[in-house]
């Protein structure tokens, strides 16, 4: 006894044939064997299929319309395999049947948020006929939230990367300013700690015998004209004046 | 079938986002009936949830969790109560499925197009300014009439695919998405 489902909505209508599976006990109105499906749409040509096409069918417009409500419109079906859809612009969307024959392109319709929606309606109303029992059972829908990195797909590119590049922008700006800022001086050589405590502290710059001049420069000390050659290791140099004498008694001569 | 799918679905309050949305949508469908708020009220009784919503107040309290609302109220609403008004605007949306259908189809002339849109869109309105904060710039966006667009479409492209009893699920997860 063939059975006969009928699911339709204004613009298209679903019909399934098959028999009642009743070595697992089917009452006589159920359909547990698939043996043909036909979708007519108005307007258009007749789709048919075996039991694969119709779950490929599901399987591709249910998650499809899942994201949709969602606000992300995104391809589903892979072309390998038998049904895909994807947006094709704003409230218009492409479904592509192929074919297993060969020789035979694919097939494609287009389709508003209208037909669609009825398109869902009548697959909603086949997955949850109580009288349909298949051996394997069609694919659940998507009834988990989507993720953060999902719906960013909805978002515009530009939108997407405006904070990344915005970021990047402000160290780069931060990176040149900070560039046109100019070094402080370096801090001045400081003697190692054998030094005098007298040195005056305002000498400028580095010194390579900061400990010899003040010694030298003291007037008050007349003999500190202390040979040169203390301090120059050079004898050889000539000079114009007589070099520092040794210790020349100025007063009277000692007496024995 | 229904039930078990209910039961694999996580339960759990909605978001304010979700909330907002799922405000909005019910809003949707008061434009597109007159009778919307005691077509509500009726639904609910005939869905069983008599009990979580006995009359139109009880009701309205339910939707002030709207953060957009004018009078806004705080705390968040059970799954059990979520659920019950996602489903009465399931049963909404299937009822007016025709007239969102409408409001979708390209098949019309664009002037007659123009002319559902631009009713619904001026009824849309009036219930935005009655009840929302105005101040919040998605409400004016919603009443931006060209900015607000893709908005109003969205909501109604939501309506008619979680139209029905097979629509309810895809309807929740929808609603319960992470917020971006």
């Known amino acids: ?256 | 079938m229904s039930q078990a799918l209910s039961q694999s679905t996580p339960s759990r309050p909605l978001s304010r986002r979700g909330m907002e949305r799922l405000d909005l949508m019910l809003l949707c469908t008061e434009a597109l009936d007159f009778n919307g708020g005691e077509a509500m009220v009726w639904m609910s009784q005939q869905l069983g949830y008599g009990e979580l919503f006995p009359n139109r107040v009880e009701l309205w309290k339910r939707r002030c969790h709207n953060p957009l609302r004018r009078a806004c109220r705080r705390g968040s609403l059970d799954s059990r109560e979520t659920d019950a008004l996602i489903r009465i605007l399931c049963t909404m949306a299937d009822r007016l499925y025709p007239m969102l259908r409408g409001l979708l189809s390209t098949a019309e002339p664009p002037e007659v197009m123009e002319e559902r849109w631009q009713l619904f869109q001026s009824r849309l309105s009036d219930l935005l300014r009655e009840r929302m904060n105005p101040r919040r710039s998605s409400v004016q966006t919603l009443l931006d009439p060209v900015s607000g667009h893709l908005q109003r479409l969205a909501l109604v492209q939501a309506l008619a695919l979680g139209a029905g009893s097979g629509g309810f699920e895809r309807l929740r997860a929808c609603l319960m998405d992470v917020v971006a």
């Open chain 1, 1 to 256: 006894m063939k059975q006969t489902l009928v699911y339709g909505q204004q613009s298209c209508r679903l019909k399934l044939e098959g028999f009642p599976d009743v070595s697992a006990g089917h009452s006589a109105d159920a359909l547990g064997i698939i043996t043909s499906w036909t979708l007519d749409w108005a307007g258009r040509p007749q789709l048919e299929g075996r039991l694969d096409h119709l779950v490929a069918l599901i399987n591709g417009v249910l998650p499809y319309a899942r994201y949709l409500m969602s606000g992300v419109a995104r391809p589903f079906g892979a072309p390998s395999e038998p049904v895909g859809i994807a947006p094709a612009g704003v409230g218009q969307h492409l479904l592509v049947l192929r074919s297993g024959q060969p020789g035979v392109g694919p097939l494609e319709v287009q389709l508003d948020d209208a037909e669609l929606a009825d398109l869902v309606r009548v697959l909603d109303s086949l997955r949850l006929d109580p009288r349909l029992h298949l051996q394997s059972p069609l694919s659940q829908p998507l009834v988990q939230p989507l993720r953060r990195w999902e719906l960013r797909q909805a978002e515009p590119l530009a939108q997407r990367l405006a904070a990344p590049l915005g970021g990047l922008a402000a160290l780069a700006l931060t990176a040149g300013l900070s560039s046109l800022i100019p070094l402080p001086a370096p801090a001045p050589y400081r003697a190692s700690s054998t030094a005098p405590t007298t040195a005056p502290e305002t000498s400028a710059g580095p010194s390579p015998a900061p400990a010899a001049i003040p010694a030298a420069l003291d007037p008050g000390n007349s003999g500190s004209l202390t040979p040169k050659a203390a301090t120059l290791p050079n004898p050889a140099k000539p000079t114009t004046q007589p070099a520092i004498s040794p210790a020349r008694p100025s007063g009277p001569p000692a007496r024995p």
